[in-house]
T-cell receptor, first 115, second 118 residues
Framework: NAGVTQTPKFQVLKTGQSMTLQCAQD?????MYWYRQDPGMGLRLIYY???????DKGEVPNGYNVSRLNKREFSLRLESAAPSQTSVYFC??????????????FGPGTRLTVL | AQKVTQAQTEISVVEKEDVTLDCVYE???????LFWYKQPPSGELVFLIR??????QNEISGRYSWNFQKSTSSFNFTITASQVVDSAVYFC???????????????FGQGTILTVHP
């Protein structure tokens, strides 16, 4: 049981390049999330997917797109990377229930640098 | 709009000292959830505790304890007899229960860096 996995762990891009961050979970969770972590700002939600087939914008969606490929996988794409997107990116997942709320489980993170 | 404030940017203590991490939140929702996560130097986020807005009971788990007070919109975290392994960034977070696609949207505080010296 690997939990939430992310690839790659590190990436350096040049301004204008594109890339996709991959995330997979093996906990059969319905909901998945992408966050970015910047110094002094905590984690901010980029996009989330409440269930397979749905995605919604979070707090900071500009410059990103997502794909919920299936129940296990949720990818984040940077179409034209900018230095402002230099950050650590975390993927998370959680069970989804109408009667209670469950904690999110986080992946190890991807450290992205855009030059 | 929701907001979580962790006013303490950094705290430094010596091993065996008790330390309290403050968290103040703002929300208009009547039903919500509060969380604490730990981020050790290795970088991953580790879930510590969840509390819903209807449960103001304080909780103790080993050396950890949490004090939730709706009257002051605070959810503070205390580590008793701190250890070097407690050194980490600690995040307080808030979510709300609104059904549908609003599930699970967490608002995080800025984090408090705790350093425990031997």
């Amino acid at each position: 049981n690997a939990g939430v996995t992310q690839t790659p762990k590190f990436q350096v891009l040049k301004t204008g390049q594109s890339m996709t961050l991959q995330c997979a979970q093996d906990m059969n969770h319905n909901s998945m999330y992408w966050y970015r972590q910047d110094p002094g700002m905590g984690l901010r939600l980029i996009y989330y997917s409440a269930s397979e087939g749905t995605t919604d914008k979070g707090e900071v969606p500009n410059g990103y797109n997502v794909s919920r490929l299936n129940k296990r996988e949720f990818s984040l794409r940077l179409e034209s990377a900018a230095p402002s997107q230099t950050s650590v990116y975390f993927c998370a997942s959680s069970e989804r229930s109408r009667s209670s709320y469950n904690e999110q489980f986080f992946g190890p993170g991807t450290r992205l640098t855009v030059l | 709009a929701q907001k979580v404030t962790q006013a303490q940017t950094e705290i430094s203590v010596v091993e065996k000292e008790d330390v309290t991490l403050d968290c103040v939140y703002e929300t208009r929702d009547t039903t919500y959830y509060l969380f604490w996560y730990k981020q050790p130097p290795s970088g991953e986020l580790v879930f510590l505790i969840r509390r819903n807005s209807f449960d103001e009971q304080n909780e103790i788990s080993g050396r950890y304890s949490w004090n939730f007070q709706k009257s002051t919109s605070s959810f503070n975290f205390t580590i008793t007899a701190s250890q070097v392994v407690d050194s980490a960034v600690y995040f307080c977070a808030l979510s709300f229960f609104a059904g549908g696609t609003s599930y699970g949207k967490l608002t995080f505080g800025q984090g408090t860096i705790l350093t425990v010296h031997p």
